[in-house]
């Protein structure tokens, strides 16, 4: 059985349903006779609306984030082919670099081990 | 929505397509918990960058041992903190925009919930945004911020108070 001290402390972790199964099951228990508790409870539930609420108006990333990343991403593949199963596949696949390039690369797998066949791009994603 | 380690693995054989859903999910995360750490938007916009593209390269080094989103809060806290040393060094100084709100019509109560957060220490801050708004387990927190449970624990403890006495 917990007491008042350890009760108070699991209880943001209570509210954000992330304790264990005998955690929650030790809080529950201690809250079943504990007014105060409760009652910090209560007060837990209401500050985690309000802060969730709050972050969610903190502004989102700008656009311009994606575009940096997209770039500095360099080659975003344009399509990939994947044939086979897990004993022998082959994928193909054809990207295009920062320059404008377009890159290819494929691989081979045998036994879900992957090999590499062949890499065009010079400087792309690695 | 796929689930997050599939997208993961996706990414790491560079499926665009995956990265750009993986991107969706976590960027405004990443970039609002930047924001709390670094009350300021032009470094967390930086974080938010360098993070998703640390993604991308580093995907492939996820080994699963964790959740794909302590692994990737870990990457942005690394490198916000890499920025604050930055800062340190003067080499840029940080503005004074501290929360600033999305220009839709003001909301008193969020306003001033936000602006008691921003009055927490940085320490404070950071497990109230991990455990409120991500919803991470205190062990998941600590093992993000490589520190003691209890010390999680406490840090939460000092920060409600202080929110609920700010609050009301």
Known sequence: MIDCDKARELIPWYVNGTLTGDEAREIASHLAGCPTCREELAQAVRLSWELRAAFERMPAVPERVWEKVKTRAQGISLGRIDVGSFLLGLSLGLSVTRSGNPSFKSDLRLLGRRVALFNSSKGGLK | ?168
């Open chain 2, 1 to 168: 929505m796929p689930d997050t380690h599939d997208l993961l693995a996706r990414v790491a054989r560079r499926d665009a397509r995956a990265f750009r859903a993986l991107y969706k999910q976590y960027a405004d995360r990443v970039f609002r918990y930047a924001l709390t750490l670094l009350h300021n938007r032009h470094l967390a916009e930086e974080v938010a960058q360098e993070t998703m593209v640390a993604v991308w390269k580093g995907a492939g080094s996820f080994s699963g041992r964790s959740q794909v989103s302590t692994w990737i809060f870990g990457i942005a806290r690394n490198q916000a903190h890499t920025l604050l040393r930055r800062e340190i060094k003067g080499e840029r100084r940080p503005d004074e925009a501290l929360f600033l709100p999305d220009p839709a019509p003001a909301v008193e109560r969020e306003e001033r919930v936000l602006a008691a957060v921003g009055t927490l220490p940085e320490e404070q801050r950071e497990i109230v945004f991990l455990a409120f708004y991500e919803n991470l387990s205190y062990r998941a927190i600590a093992n993000l911020l490589a520190i003691p449970e209890g010390t999680v624990k406490s840090r939460m403890y000092h920060a409600k108070r202080r929110l609920a006495e700010a609050l009301g």
